[in-house]
C-alpha cells in the first residue's frame, strides 16, 4: 500500500493517568477513505484513545502519526484537517441551528461567505434545512446529534472522529445518521468511531478493532472477524429460571463448538441451530423461547473477553 494511503499510524501507543493505563500499548494503522472502527465497552480505552487521535490528550508513549503530522508537536495543524463529534453535543443551545455553524466556522478563520454557504449546504446534507432558524435547545436528541455532524464538518475536515456517535438515539434516529455517514465515506472521507453497538459496527465500519482493558484483542472487517471467532450460526435457548441450570447441564451433549451459558438465556454455537435445536428437543428440554440466528460481532467479543458489549 502507498505511504500517503495511510492517514494515521500508532504503534504502541499507550495512555496511563497516574497508575491507571487506559490504553496499553495499542498499534493499528488507518487507511484514507476507509471507516475505522474502536468496538467495545465502557472502559475499554476507546475514548481516551480518540483524545489521543483529536490532539487534545497527548499520548503517555509510544508512537503516533496523522496525516504524516506528529500530534505532540503539530496538534494544531492536526486539528485544522479534523472534525471531531464528541460523545456528548456542545451545541449552544440559545443560538439557532444556522448559528451554531456560522460561530464554529469563525474558529477556523473561515471567511464569511465560505462559512454561509457551506452551511446552507450542510444543513441540506443532514436534512436540517428547514429548521434552520429554530433554536437548538428544544430539538430532539437525534436532530442535535445530526446537527452536531453537520458542525463537525464546516472545515472539510478529511478525518472524522466521532465518538459513540448514536448513543441515546432512537432506531430510526440512529438509521438517519448511518445513513449520513455512509455517504460521507462515499463522498471520500475517512471516518474513526468508537461504538458499543455492535450492529453499528457492522454496517458503517470496513474494518474495526476490538478492545477490552485497553488492548486490541482483534482486528479485521465484521465478516472476518465473525467468521474467525463464531459459528455461522448461534441457538439461543431461554429456560424457566427453576430449570435454566439443569438445561445447560443436559445440553453438553448437543454438538456445539462452544457453549455460553449466560444469566437469562444459554447460547450454543454451531454450523446448523435448526438442527442443534431438533438435538436439545430429542433430549427432552422444552425451552420457553428458542431462537436460531446468525452471529455478530457481540458473539465475537464474548468469545473474546467473556463478557457481552453491554456489561
Known sequence: MPESDILVRAHGLTKRFGDFSAVKGIDFELRRGEAFGFLG?????????????????????GELSIMGMDPRTQGSAIRARLGVVPQEDTLDLELTVRENLLIYGRYFGLPRQVIRERT?????FVQLADRTNDEVEPLSGGLKRRLTIARSLINEPEILLLDEPTTGLDPQARHVVWDRLFRLKQQGVTLILTTHYMDEAEQLCDRLVVMDHGRIAAEGSPRELITTYSTPEVL?????PSTHEQAAEKLTAVPAERMEVLADRILLYIPNGDAALTSANELGLDPVTSLVRRSTLEDVFLRLTGRRLDD
Open 120 to 124: 446552507a449546504r450542510l444543513l441540506d
Open 236 to 240: 439461543e435457548l431461554r429456560f424457566d
Open 41 to 61: 465497552p465502557n472502559g475499554a480505552g476507546k475514548s481516551s484513545t480518540m483524545r489521543m487521535l483529536g490532539c487534545v490528550s497527548p499520548p503517555t508513549s
